[in-house]
């Protein structure tokens, strides 16, 4: 690319800000880095794969990870129960009021659990496509489902191939409470990743991975209406959102965004090159944890001074929730930068034990007990 291309590429950045690369917004007022997530305490042994938290109306939670879901209660969730195992990976929890348990299975789609141990009831399908990659699911009250796709045909776990490859391929979908009459309500999305029922249930928020955005679009009838931004050019790569009391929302990042992660995505050579000669877990992108590999690429910045990781690098993987209004406004984050444990973070609930808060990175979950509603 000339200096010419460079020079009229940079000011369309300036010019239409709300295209879909923009600078990356500062943390700063209520996204100041802290060690808020590091200061919660683990609930029990780690959670290999762990996936979505959710609260149900008896203070318990259900939790999955790797092929099972789990529900945690006692004091300090210390009691911990197999409640479901399927033969995919189990990702997007969400409860219907009738009292099954929705469960996202990789490769086999939407999973209704009955109380009572009976076997699950599938929705496979939708558009004439298969579900095979659902990232979030959601009911309302009058029994509707909705679910994210994060890309057609792609399981859950390629999400960085498909940031890499610049796809836009995701949907929204709807059934009714008997896994029937699926219908496709969007679709053309860069990775949908998540979605719940906005209060009152007029309308449904959804995130969109890959433009750094909460969007809302009203409900209508068996449809949905334009979808509108909540918040977009956020910091990070949104993941999943659950209420958080009154209108107030969380929202949990698995990745921060980074110059240079930004650079790769405008180099179509450069980037496809890397896909095509590196190994995935070594490309250029974010990360669900860092492993300290040798291998692992740097992020153009000092890593480490005599020996300790600095909190203030730019981080391959960080750990982020936040907490947002109704207004789309970041009113509280919690952080664990470059040098903390807890990265990844894909979902957070409200107990009446305090905010329970899932880190992929790490396979565990937190608790992090002064929780206000």
């Not at 469960?103 to 929705?123: E, H, I």
């Not at 391959?316 to 807890?342: K, P, T």
């Amino acid at each position: 690319m000339g200096f010419f291309d460079q020079f009229l590429r940079d000011m369309r950045q300036v010019v239409f800000r709300n295209s879909e690369q923009n600078a990356i917004p500062s943390m700063d007022g209520a996204l100041s880095p802290n060690d808020k997530l590091d200061q919660c305490t683990p609930i029990g042994d780690p959670l290999p794969g762990l996936d979505d938290v959710i609260a149900t109306p008896d203070g318990a939670v259900y939790a999955s990870a790797g092929r099972r879901v789990y529900r945690l209660s006692g004091a300090g969730f210390s009691e911990r129960a197999v409640v479901a195992e399927f033969d995919g990976d189990a990702g997007a929890l969400a409860l219907h009021p009738d009292g099954r348990l929705l469960v996202c299975v990789a490769g086999r789609g939407l999973a209704a659990v009955a109380q009572g141990g009976s076997a699950p009831r599938y929705l496979a399908a939708a558009g004439g496509r298969p579900l095979v990659g659902l990232t979030g699911v959601a009911a309302a009250s009058d029994g509707v489902i909705y679910m994210t796709e994060g890309s057609v045909g792609r399981g859950s776990d390629a999400w960085m191939r498909d940031l890499m490859e610049k796809k836009k391929s995701g949907r929204i979908l709807r059934c009714d409470s008997a896994l029937e009459s699926a219908i496709v309500l969007r679709d053309g999305l860069a990775w949908p990743n998540g979605l719940m029922v906005e209060a009152g249930g007029d309308a449904i928020l959804y995130t969109e991975a890959w433009t750094h955005s909460v969007l809302r679009a009203q409900r209508q009838g068996a449809g949905i209406g334009a979808s509108q931004p909540l918040a977009r050019n956020l910091v990070g790569y949104p993941a999943r959102i659950h209420p958080a009391g009154g209108s107030d929302l969380y929202l949990a990042f698995f990745g921060v965004r980074t110059h240079l992660i930004e650079f790769v995505l405008r180099e179509d050579d450069f980037r496809d090159d890397m896909m095509r000669t590196v190994k995935p877990e070594y490309w250029l992108g974010p990360a669900l944890s860092s492993q300290h590999d040798c291998l692992e690429p740097m992020q153009i910045g000092s890593i480490k001074a005599l020996g300790i990781q600095k909190p203030w690098a730019p981080p391959r993987s960080y750990g982020l929730l936040v907490r947002m209004n109704a207004e789309g406004e970041i009113v509280e984050s919690l952080h664990s930068r470059a040098d903390g444990a807890y990265h990844g973070i894909t979902a957070a609930c409200s107990t009446p034990q305090g905010l329970v808060i899932a880190s992929k990175g790490a396979g565990r979950l937190l608790l992090r007990g002064e929780e206000r509603q």
